[in-house]
């Protein structure tokens, strides 16, 4: 039984030059052809009600990603091309059918979906991403910490933006492994999480799910193997279709269909010297391989292909978009090749959002496009000649929005349309409509009595010390010294808490069919675009915050200042995720009408993962909770983020000559911000009641220690 996490040492130094890869020579799939779309296995009227049924799997398998590869000799002279299959986890029907990204769900308007979901990933000794994982974040998982290392991958399908039932959310907790052999007696044995309720790995997604039209999609969703498993290539689209928006050229609407509807899946990705997967890292004293805060890749890949191309017409096309990314957001507009100012030269019409229609079109020369969003963009190429070649271009900083430049010769560029495709006169090319919807979409109005629900984004500076080996000139044998290692730690958490663990107790409970505003306050350096698992909502506005810390008692206060934002055109619609900037609070409203435990999470999956993410609850009786009235104030500092003078040195059980310190981490708080940071006995006491921060530390790091080595011995920690 695993008691503390087994340590990676790094084995991979080096990655692909992501220039070797050549650009715009593979033809982009369309994920909506009829082969990519699965097929019921059945169908059936049941209560009058259509019910289809599929049987879904998860495999290992290859995937020729990316396209033809330069080799390149050691003096750095081209020698030759090649192609490399890429091992990858892929959704489908059967292993031969298994893809990144998985096929595609098209599912008729207020169908009843079942899908048996069926885990065929083998052991965990024999993870594809093994040698990247940080074992240490699954120290937050009793669990799966309980589970013996042969046994199989976790995994746990969640259908992102379903209005779902809670048992079939595809919660972290309810992930499943592959039926496999125990050493006792050779029996077939599913290992499942804590919040597993579903006997059978069939997942219901409901009329409610499928009542109108709109642009989901489904990835993996296991706790501690989020980040990796949709990185290794667990993730898929879901249409569903209504009687406006049919995907037929028969559409009231006159948006573009047929095979002129495409789904754009967009994806960075890092790749070995030999084509596999890297998933980058970094390393502690001990030389143990640790999770970074975001992750990067250098590659840009679209249906599971880098850097594609697409032949079009001169007419307009439907592009159904989603960001599969784990930390990039993308800011994106087409430019010609042949501009070297990269002028936008073709307009991106947002016609939908996470959650459907928009009531209007919303022409922009560049879209901001978060990690998880759906974007559904209408692009007209009839006004451009015949031969036109257009980038698809992105200039998002990482991480977002004051981080690094992007390389305009790799993730400055997407994909690339080559406008050369002969005219089929005989399909319809209407033109957009001033109105895509035939009626407004109405507020939401909150509940009488529903008081707003004041939660908060914030991060921690971990700061782990270790005894190691002196290997400094002229050190002693034997001699020792101590190295630091700074984890930062994203958590949510409420106003009254500070930051919470993802196991600490529910702090969000919400009357079922209670309509309710949530003020979501970020008090780091970086956007996050937060997700709430099963609501469609509406963005209220945003507004600067500033904070004031009581210099007796610790105790932290914030006041909402400056004019109010409000939400951007293409934000007018209903939203699963909405982007929460740093130093402000963003509100958003939704009703919650289906009773049962639900995540909220940044879908930046690097935070998600750790330890970005909190449970709600929706019942029909609400109980007061009591929780504790105080937390760190976030420093008033310039970007990028510094830790504050807050610390508290922490001695952890059993962990030998190992401290940790926790600190907090603020990003830029508007100029007017008032910060009284107080006393360090009044820090040190607010620091105090955030128990719950100190228990997950001790779990994913003192206990984890244990088992560590430095060069083949113990290491004191």
């Not at 993730?411 to 009626?439: C, R």
């Not at 509100?587 to 993962?609: N, P, Q, T, V």
């Not at 962990?655 to 603020?666: D, E, I, P, V, Y």
Request: with cysteine.
């Amino acid at each position: 039984m695993r008691t503390a996490f087994t340590c990676n040492t790094p084995v991979q130094l080096n990655t692909l030059d992501p220039l070797t890869v050549h650009k715009y020579e593979t033809a982009l799939p369309n994920p909506l052809d009829a082969a990519s779309v699965y097929k019921p296995a059945s169908v059936a009227m049941v209560g009058g009600v259509r019910t289809e049924n599929y049987t879904v799997g998860m495999y290992q398998t290859t995937q020729d990603i990316l396209g033809s590869v330069d080799l390149m000799s050691p003096a750095g002279a081209k020698i030759g091309t090649t192609h490399y299959q890429t091992s990858i986890y892929g959704y489908g029907t059967s292993q031969a059918t298994a893809s990144f990204p998985g096929k595609t769900f098209v599912i008729p308007q207020n169908a009843n979906v079942n899908v048996h979901w069926v885990n065929n990933l083998g052991t965990a000794a024999n993870y594809l991403l093994n040698p990247y994982m940080d074992h240490s974040a699954m120290m937050n998982t009793p669990d799966m910490m309980a589970m013996p290392l042969n046994d199989g991958v976790p995994t746990v399908p969640h259908l992102h933006g379903g209005h779902t039932e809670a048992a079939s959310d595809g919660q972290p907790d309810q992930w499943f492994t592959q039926a496999l052999p125990e050493k006792a007696g050779g029996r077939a044995v599913i290992d499942r999480g804590a919040d597993a309720v579903k006997a059978n790995d069939t997942y219901l997604y409901d009329s409610s799910v499928n009542s109108s039209a709109k642009s989901l999609w489904y990835h993996d969703h296991a706790l501690g193997y989020t980040r990796t498993n949709v990185y290794a290539g667990l993730a898929g689209m879901y249409f569903t279709r209504d009687k406006l928006d049919t995907g037929t050229s028969a559409n009231t609407l006159g948006l573009p269909s047929g095979k002129y509807e495409v789904p754009l899946m967009i994806a960075d990705r890092m790749f070995t010297p030999e084509g596999q997967l890297y998933y980058p890292y970094q390393v502690d004293p001990t030389g143990c391989v640790r999770m970074l805060p975001e992750s990067f890749g250098n590659v840009m890949t679209v249906n599971g292909k880098a850097w594609p191309v697409m032949h079009v017409e001169q007419r307009a096309y439907r592009f159904r978009m989603v960001n599969a990314s784990d930390s990039r957001f993308l800011n994106l507009w087409l430019a010609k090749d042949t501009d070297p100012g990269l002028t936008p030269a073709a307009t991106l019409t947002q016609v939908g959002t996470d959650q459907g229609l928009l009531f209007k079109p919303v022409p922009q020369q560049k879209m901001l496009f978060a990690p998880g969003e759906r974007a559904d963009v209408v692009v007209d190429f009839s006004k451009l000649p015949a031969g036109t070649k257009l980038i698809l271009r992105n200039d998002a900083a990482t991480p977002y929005a004051g981080g690094d430049p992007v390389d305009p010769a790799t993730t400055g560029q997407v994909m690339e349309f080559v406008i050369d495709a002969p005219l089929v006169k005989s399909y319809p090319n209407p033109a957009l409509k001033a109105n895509i919807l035939p009626s407004a979409i109405g507020p939401l109005v909150a509940t009488a009595g529903q008081a707003p629900l004041q939660v908060g984004l914030f991060e921690s500076d971990i700061v782990e010390t270790y005894t190691v080996p002196d290997t400094s000139p002229g050190a002693a044998p034997g001699a020792t010294t101590t190295a630091t290692y700074t984890a930062i730690v994203p958590q949510l958490g409420t106003l009254k808490t500070g930051p919470l663990s993802y196991h600490s107790a529910v702090t969000e409970t919400i009357k079922l069919n209670n309509t309710a505003v949530w003020e979501i306050y970020n008090t780091t350096a970086d956007a996050h675009p937060v997700h709430l698992h099963l609501v469609a909502f509406q963005v209220l506005s945003r507004q600067a915050f500033t904070t004031t810390v009581d210099a007796a008692t610790g105790a932290t206060t914030y006041a909402k200042t400056g004019p109010v934002r409000l939400p951007q055109g293409n934000e007018l619609g209903m939203k699963d995720i909405v982007v929460c900037y740093p130093g402000e609070v963003t509100r958003i409203i939704a009703k919650f009408d289906r009773a049962g435990k639900y995540m909220w999470h940044c879908h930046i999956l690097s935070h998600e993962e750790n330890d970005m993410m909190r449970p709600f609850t929706v019942t029909s009786t609400v109980t007061p909770k009591t929780v504790a009235a105080a937390v760190v104030a976030p420093a008033a500092v310039a970007a990028p983020a510094v830790t504050s003078s807050s610390t508290m040195t922490m001695p952890m059980s059993g962990s030998g000559g190992m401290t940790t310190t926790a600190q907090s981490r603020s990003g830029p708080t508007p100029t007017s911000s008032t910060v009284q940071q107080g006393t360090a006995a009044a820090r040190a006491r607010a620091l105090a009641t955030n128990a719950d921060l100190f228990r997950s530390l001790a779990r994913r790091i003192g206990q984890a220690t244990k088992s560590r080595t430095v060069n083949g011995t113990a290491a004191a920690m």
